[in-house]
DNA sequence: TTGATATATGTTATAGTATATCATAACAAG
DNA sequence: CTTGTTATGATATACTATAACATATATCAA
């Protein structure tokens, strides 16, 4: 529930423990975590920052894979279909999830100034959106928050 | 305060009265609202649909005005950055802003099937995005709620 | 009015993001 | 073995957005 990102924590274990709960969660939905794709889950995780595809294709090429467009959005559009990573549409850019056991509505927290991103959770059920949308009649199957703003380490430095 | 998009309504008068109103805002600010920034909202209005800068563009060149990218994301940075309309950065597409009076953080039900968008209000001040946020430090400038699934047209007609 | 300053537009070129398409490989089920 | 399914390889192209520089128009103070 807390963001990360904006706070230092055990980056070592955090890496290797998320890898070894997505594999866990693949094997029992019977999805194949493929080596790019796993790759590309470390990628994302060595930062808890927003990566371009592109980017992501740059560090794929380095480790031999084929760096073809097409690699890197495979392996991400695999990731995010199955919650493992979002996008985040205002950077055009991706993240791994920060909370990758259960559903929910992710909250992005960008800092304009360091870019960096911080993962939360949003609830809109209780918002006047769940309202807006059920008297509109229309039904809600994903969504997403994006914020932009200063993150506390920015805060004060730059305007 | 009612998304409108998912309902037929006044069109008409709906497009002259929106125009008539950022006209007024305009004045009031000091902004002007040249002929290609009008001429853009009108496009932007004349569909409650979201329209990607290249279909403005042609609609510009159709009008004989200019008709390089620029001139469509000059006028839309001005019609977002005041205030007047919205770029739904899922679809990179944009639209006239349904509560131009008032700031507000938008909502957009987009519908997948027929890719119309409604636009409400959200409430985030009292979501957990704002106690995360404040818990982080982090300071919230802008932000956007864009939530995909199937407008009330739709349902039952396409899965 | 005039000149200085800021704002807006015209135009060309290029950067950045994402997908279509077709071919090939690996594997499992029948 | 052959057929269906899923994943990869590889090429080309479509779509989205901005940089950079030139020109014009508005605004305002002197
Ligand atoms: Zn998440
Ligand atoms: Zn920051
Ligand atoms: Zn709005
Ligand atoms: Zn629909």
Known sequence: MQPIGFKSHDHGT???HSVTSVQK?????GLQ?????QRVLEILLAK????????ILAVLKADGFS???PV??????FLVG????????RL????????????HVPAFLICRVCENVAEGIANLSEDTVAASARDAGFIIERAVVEAEGVCPNCDGAQP
């Open 82 to 89: 199955n919650g493992f990573a979002h996008k985040i549409e």
């Open 67 to 69: 760096a073809q467009p």
């Open 14 to 16: 955090c890496i290797a």
């Open 92 to 103: 055009n850019a991706f993240v791994a999830c920060s909370h990758p056991s259960s559903e």
């Open 72 to 77: 890197a959005y495979r392996a991400l559009d």
């Open 48 to 55: 808890h920052q927003a990566m371009g595809a592109y980017d």
């Open 33 to 37: 975590l493929t080596p790019v794709r």
């Open 25 to 29: 969660q693949c094997a029992e939905r």
